[in-house]
């Protein structure tokens, strides 16, 4: 484990205490405030590696539902990173009621996405409205 690594894995938990903390306190927009990144911009020297570990680290705490704290996550620390990120949410039909779905872009490519998941959910929500300029010192993050 290198120090990037403790640094991911501090900043998840952080996120996790936030997003329980918050998540029936207020608006989505009031939650998504909680993870807007403060300071410069702390590259990150693997950030494939830090989507990775988010996504195993909180796969283990949630279980299957565990799109939106993952999401909230990888924005903060993506966008702390000085990454293009976007947070999505979207909704499909699914037997006879409604999924829901929580992911990130960077670029306008999904992060650690089997597909992309506006194939698959009607949009809702995008956070930043628009896109955002900016790119990472290694180029896009990839699943």
């Known amino acids: 484990m290198c120090v990037e690594d403790v640094r991911v894995f501090a900043a998840t938990v952080a996120g ?6 918050r ?29 990775r570990l988010v996504t195993g680290l909180l796969r283990r705490l949630y279980g299957r539902r565990y799109c939106l704290p993952r999401s909230l996550v990888l ?22 009621g409604l999924d829901g779905h929580a992911w990130v872009s960077v670029g306008g490519i999904a992060v650690g996405e089997p597909s992309d998941p506006a194939d698959l959910f009607a949009l809702t929500f995008s956070h930043p409205a ?5 790119s990472l010192a290694h180029g896009p993050v990839h699943p």
């Open 75 to 96: 924005y903060r620390l993506l966008r702390g990173a000085g990454a293009p990120v976007r947070l999505h949410t979207g909704v499909r039909s699914l037997g006879g």
């Open 130 to 134: 628009s896109p955002v300029p900016g």
């Open 23 to 51: 998540k029936r306190a207020g608006s989505f927009p009031a939650l998504l405030s909680r993870f807007e990144p403060s300071g410069r911009p702390r590259p990150l020297a693997h950030p494939e590696r830090a989507v």
């Open 16 to 21: 996790v205490v936030t997003y329980e903390a």
